[in-house]
């Protein structure tokens, strides 16, 4: 089971900041949506690992946090794909 939460952090929808939850006890690959987002409008988005402070790429209606430990969480930011320079 996983769960994530949001905030847009520009009242736009032009960035916001995604938390990925994996509640169980075993490694799960985490597929978000990202027309499940509220206030999300990309379908090409560039996802960002903030903790990392790396680009992750720009994906296609979904991104995948592969391999998340269980009770371990990915925190993203979330951004029209043509906005990232």
């Known amino acids: 089971t996983w769960s994530f939460f949001y905030k847009p952090l520009e009242a736009d929808g032009a960035k916001t900041a995604v938390l990925l939850m994996n509640q169980g006890n075993s490694t799960q690959d985490l597929t978000l949506t990202f027309a499940d987002i509220?206030?999300?409008?990309c379908?090409?988005?560039?996802?960002?690992d903030v903790w990392s402070r790396e680009d992750l790429g720009t994906f296609d209606s979904t991104y995948t946090a592969s391999a998340l430990a269980g009770h371990d969480a990915a925190f993203l930011t979330i951004t029209p794909a043509e906005s990232q320079a």
């Open 43 to 48: 379908t090409s988005c560039a996802v960002r």
């Open 38 to 41: 509220p206030g999300v409008t």
